[in-house]
Nanobody, 116 residues
């Protein structure tokens, strides 16, 4: 059982930045991959970025250059740095983990609101 707790969401102006955090209840080295997904009202949940235990990263094409995923193994935490935020980035952002035993875990989500 892995618990994931997101934090760092809030209200920012367009062009601003936020850093989201996802704290895991276990060593993230033991998790095959972690990532961030988001879901806006009326839209499907979509992949934002992922990072594997070996450090490989992947991003949604539209977000490359603005968003950066990283991890701090000592803190069992994965981060999502979001820069140059746009109105269309507003969504609930969810942390996700998949273990090497193929179990999936989700956080409760953190709201990101972007104002003009």
């Amino acid at each position: 059982q892995v618990q994931l707790v997101e934090s760092g969401g809030g209200l920012v102006q367009a062009g601003g930045s936020l850093r989201l955090s996802c704290a895991a209840s276990t060593r993230i080295e033991s998790i095959n991959a972690m990532g961030w997904y988001r879901q806006a009202p009326g839209k499907q949940r979509e992949l934002v970025a992922t990072i594997t235990s070996s450090g490989s990263t992947n991003y949604a094409d539209s977000l490359k250059g603005r968003f950066t995923i990283s991890r701090d193994n000592a803190k069992n935490t994965v981060y999502l740095q979001m820069n140059s935020l746009k109105a269309e980035d507003a969504a609930v952002y969810y942390c996700h983990a998949i273990t090497r035993r193929f179990f999936n875990y989700w956080g409760q989500g953190t709201q990101v609101t972007v104002s003009s």
